[in-house]
């Protein structure tokens, strides 16, 4: 999953970016408000983690434009205004959440996964399909057994999993290349021309080739499990 990190405090941009890199998430960070503007005009992600006082433009003129736009990208505010008018006026602006610093970390991101389950209409946090469960907390992936026995565990890479979760989050939609890579890097990592392709066979090895399918000229997708 892609984030965008918007904030002009260097220390707790770091910090944040370093944290949420080590749950698996790809994050680019901007430090002002015209940045986050602009990359949120023209580019994708699967939350914003918007500060309000922001250098060049106010966080909540961003959060504006960018429902002005239409786009409803889930959005939580990071701030340190704690008056309630400044509550009001991000939500009431499109803001999703709200956390007032300083911040527990674990509980910010528990708010970012509940935030991400919320945009793909799922209730829990735990994914199931094709006798596989994925817990973006836990970071667990398991095999099921139909014979009700302890599931067992999978072993995947730190980008097997990413590539996994994305394709469980919405099991028919099909994924290209491009935007698998979008959901898996931020703009200063490196990205192989076969990463992807390396990363789906991998997978296929360790969860058999029917679970994820090849949409030929459009992508990768898991199928929708229609089992009862």
Do not use: C
């Not at 499109?94 to 708010?111: C, N, T």
Request: aromatic share 4%; no cysteine.
């Amino acid at each position: 999953m892609r984030l965008l990190l918007v904030e002009d405090d260097t220390m707790i941009g770091d910090a944040v970016r370093e944290v949420l890199r080590a749950e698996g998430f790809a994050v680019d960070w901007v430090r002002d408000g015209a940045a986050a503007d602009s990359v949120l005009g023209s580019e994708t992600f699967d939350l914003v983690l918007l500060d309000l006082g922001l250098p060049r433009l106010d966080g909540v003129e961003v959060l504006r434009r960018l429902r002005a736009r239409r786009n409803t990208t889930p959005v939580l505010i990071v701030t340190a205004r704690d008056a309630v008018q400044d509550r009001i006026a991000g939500l009431d602006a499109g803001a999703d959440d709200y956390v007032l610093k300083p911040y527990d970390l674990d509980e910010l991101l528990a708010r970012i996964r509940a935030l991400i389950r919320r945009s793909h209409g799922q209730a829990d946090s735990v994914r199931e399909i094709h006798g596989l469960r994925l817990n973006p907390i836990t970071h667990e992936a398991l095999r099921l057994s139909p014979d009700g026995a302890a599931p067992t565990p999978i072993q995947l890479s730190a980008r097997e999993w990413a590539v996994l979760e994305v394709l469980m989050a919405r099991p028919g939609v099909v994924y290209s290349r491009a935007q698998i890579e979008d959901k898996l890097y931020g703009w200063k990592d490196e990205v192989s021309s076969n990463a992807v392709e390396v990363y789906i066979h991998g997978l296929r090895k360790k969860l058999g080739n029917a679970v994820i399918e090849t949409v030929r000229g459009l992508g990768y997708t898991m199928p929708r499990d229609d089992t009862p």
